[in-house]
Nanobody
Framework: QVQLVESGGGLVQPGGSLKLSCVAS????????MGWYRQAPGKQRELVAT???????NYQDSVKDRFTISGDNAKNAVYLQMNSLKPEDTAVYYC???????????????WGQGTQVTVSS
């Protein structure tokens, strides 16, 4: 079984910063991309950013130049540094990982429990 544990959410004023962390644990052979998604009230879950084990990054247009994703392959961890936060960034942020449990095995998708980010004055 694989678990993703997130931390780092909270309340911040507009223009502020937060850093989210996520660590995957369990019987992991390899993780293809890890990433962050978010879901605001009444809206669908959306991609925020992903990073591959090779360091290739992908961002939603609305967070480019404000958010930075990074990964630590040795720790099976992914981080999201969020700067210049806006009220519209308010959402529950979910960590996501696509995991192989064994060599040549299938890829499974896992989610964290979510961490609340609220941007408000």
């Amino acid at each position: 079984q694989v678990q993703l544990v997130e931390s780092g959410g909270g309340l911040v004023q507009p223009g502020g910063s937060l850093k989210l962390s996520c660590v995957a644990s369990g019987s992991i052979f390899s993780i293809v991309p890890m990433g962050w998604y978010r879901q605001a009230p009444g809206k669908q879950r959306e991609l925020v950013a992903t990073v591959t084990s090779g360091g290739n990054e992908n961002y939603q247009d609305s967070v480019k130049d404000r958010f930075t994703i990074s990964g630590d392959n040795a720790k099976n961890a992914v981080y999201l540094q969020m700067n210049s936060l806006k009220p519209e960034d308010t959402a529950v942020y979910y960590c996501n990982a696509e995991v192989k449990l064994r060599v040549n095995g299938p890829t499974y998708r896992y989610w964290g429990q979510g961490t609340q980010v609220t941007v408000s004055s």
